[in-house]
């Protein structure tokens, strides 16, 4: 991941083409709408207007307050204004059951951080969680199976970055160790602002945060690694095994701290001069 850059040649596999794709349609079938009414509401953070750089506007703006469970089909979840994370099981073709209410965050600090962000959720595994309360405490949190009617515990909770540094989750990732404990992965983000009146810069940071299971089954944060940019990535992920960072942005991330190791600093590759050009023949437009 931190070695040097390369440029890699992306051709088509034509045999995956299908020569007699004539395009989408869309479909004018209505789409079945249902309502379910929210007893406590929807937890939703407003940008202030001390955060109003570009990278902060597009943080905020794609924050989604439903999040998908990948592991369970049509499950999602939202978190209320009470701070607690509701369940919603919407199945096809019927109308959605009443939400569920499976874990409370507690001791939150979001009255008291004025940067805060939206509360953000992932899900690494089929009976583990990690949420963010927006205003710098994040927890790891046994689910086991999701379906069935129980609450959530904690494994974890903490403030990783600090007490007063907000953030919002990205993306985590499960892996068991050689002697069968718990590893989990988590991508974090927040927006900094450095420097003083005219000369301040707003730099985007990644950090990527490993969490491990012990004999005794508590959890512990054993590497910190960071990762400064100048945008707010449009995608960021951490790959299977928790190996490698996937990064698509405008603008080029580099690693500047690791707990475990010194950051070794390799030079750019000179690419003055390499273009990409797609040529496209106009009956096939």
């Keep these: 991941m931190f070695g040097n850059k390369e440029m890699i040649d992306l051709k088509p596999n034509r045999l995956l083409l299908n020569p007699k794709f004539h395009g989408y349609k869309l479909s004018l079938d209505q789409l079945t709408v249902y309502n379910v009414k929210l007893e406590a509401g929807v937890c939703l953070t407003s940008l202030p207007e001390s955060q109003f750089s570009f990278q902060q506007v597009k943080l905020f703006g794609r924050h989604n307050n439903l999040y998908a469970d990948s592991h369970y089909e049509n499950v999602v979840y939202f978190i209320n204004n009470g701070l607690e994370i509701e369940q919603l099981v919407a199945k096809k073709d019927s109308r959605p059951t009443q ?4 874990y409370t965050i507690m001791n939150s600090s979001r009255e008291q951080v004025l940067s805060r962000y939206n ?6 595994e089929k009976a583990l969680a990690v949420v963010s309360d927006g205003a ?19 494994s974890y909770e903490g403030f990783p970055l600090g ?3 907000a953030f919002h989750i990205m993306h985590s990732v499960h892996q068991l160790s050689p002697n069968g404990h718990h590893i989990v992965d988590v991508l974090l983000l927040h927006v900094d602002e450095r420097g003083k009146d005219d000369k ?9 945060l ?3 299971e012990g004999d005794d089954e508590s959890w512990t944060m054993d590497r910190l690694r960071r990762l400064e940019g100048a945008s707010v990535p449009d995608y960021a992920c951490i790959q299977s095994g928790g190996s490698a960072l996937y990064i698509s942005s405008d603008k080029d991330f580099q690693i500047v701290y690791d707990s475990m190791k010194p950051i070794e600093e390799f030079p750019l590759e000179n690419e003055q001069g390499r273009h990409i050009k797609h040529m496209q023949p106009i009956n096939i437009v």
């Design 210 to 212: 490993t969490f491990s």
């Design 136 to 154: 710098g405490k994040l927890c790891v949190l046994q689910t086991a199976n999701r379906l069935k009617p129980q609450q959530w515990k904690a």
């Design 119 to 124: 509360v953000s959720m992932s899900f690494p």
């Design 200 to 208: 301040v810069k707003t730099l985007t940071v990644l950090e990527w």
């Design 99 to 102: 939400t569920r209410i499976v």
């Design 163 to 165: 007490e007063t540094s």
